[in-house]
């Protein structure tokens, strides 16, 4: 069994910054891609970061030269740095990882519990 489990969500003021964590742990063989993904109330899960597991990152336009996305293979832990951040930034923020476990030879898509980002303004 693999889980995905984020933190470092919460409340801040705009222009404030927060960093964004999610371990993968379990019976895994190894990650490929990971990413963050958000959802705001009344809106579609949309792409924020990407990062593949050939160290390549991918932004959102609205988040370009404001978050980074990064990631630590050894650890198994994907973050997401959160800087200058609006109102419209509030949003559900979910992990997402391409995985293969020990036990099987495909990826299978993990999705973590998901951790609130409510900025004020």
């Known amino acids: 069994q693999v889980q995905l489990v984020e933190s470092g969500g919460g409340l801040v003021q705009a222009g404030g910054s927060l960093r964004l964590s999610c371990v993968a742990s379990g019976s895994i063989g190894n990650i490929n891609n990971m990413g963050w993904y958000r959802q705001a109330p009344g809106n579609q899960r949309e792409l924020v970061a990407t990062f593949s597991s050939g160290g390549n990152t991918n932004y959102a336009d609205s988040v370009k030269g404001r978050f980074t996305i990064s990631r630590d293979n050894a650890k198994n832990t994907l973050y997401l740095q959160m800087d200058s951040l609006k109102p419209e930034d509030t949003a559900v923020y979910y992990c997402?990882?391409?995985?293969?476990?020990?036990?099987?030879?495909?990826?299978?898509?993990?999705w973590g519990q998901g951790t609130q980002v409510t900025v004020s303004s």
């Open positions: 997402n990882a391409l995985i293969r476990t020990k036990l099987y030879s495909r990826y299978t898509e993990y």
